[in-house]
């Protein structure tokens, strides 16, 4: 059975640092690329970073460069993300994901909330 369990999520202030985890089971973790996405309310989900499987290649999208950080850890199979500085605007569900070829999973997501 697939899952993808996220956690860390919570309330932080502006400013402040938060470490999402992602623990990943039932498949081949090591061989699929492994991503975060957030949806904020009244808002459509959009990638936040992603990693390849093999080379640990990361994107990450505009809005969190030099911000946040995604890893993995295969031996564990879990992904991070790790946010700094963060802003009222990162305010969302963040959902882990992990794609290969036709396969694509989803976690149920956890609330991240920056407020002072």
């Known amino acids: 059975q697939v899952q993808l369990v996220e956690s860390g999520g919570g309330l932080v202030q502006p400013g402040g640092s938060l470490r999402l985890s992602c623990a990943a089971s039932?498949?081949?973790?090591?061989?699929?690329?492994m991503s975060w996405y957030r949806q904020a309310a009244g808002k459509e989900r959009e990638m936040v970073a992603n990693?390849?499987?093999?080379?640990?290649?990361?994107n990450y999208a505009d809005s969190v460069k030099g911000r946040f950080t995604i890893s993995r850890d295969n031996a564990k199979s879990t992904v991070y993300l790790q946010m700094n500085s963060v802003k009222p605007e990162d305010t969302a569900v963040y959902f882990c994901?992990?794609?290969?070829?036709?396969?694509?999973?989803w976690g149920q997501g956890t609330q991240v909330t920056v407020s002072s």
């Open positions: 994901n992990a794609v290969r070829w036709t396969y694509r999973y």
């Open positions: 039932g498949f081949s973790f090591s061989q699929y690329v």
């Open positions: 990693i390849t499987s093999t080379s640990g290649r990361k």
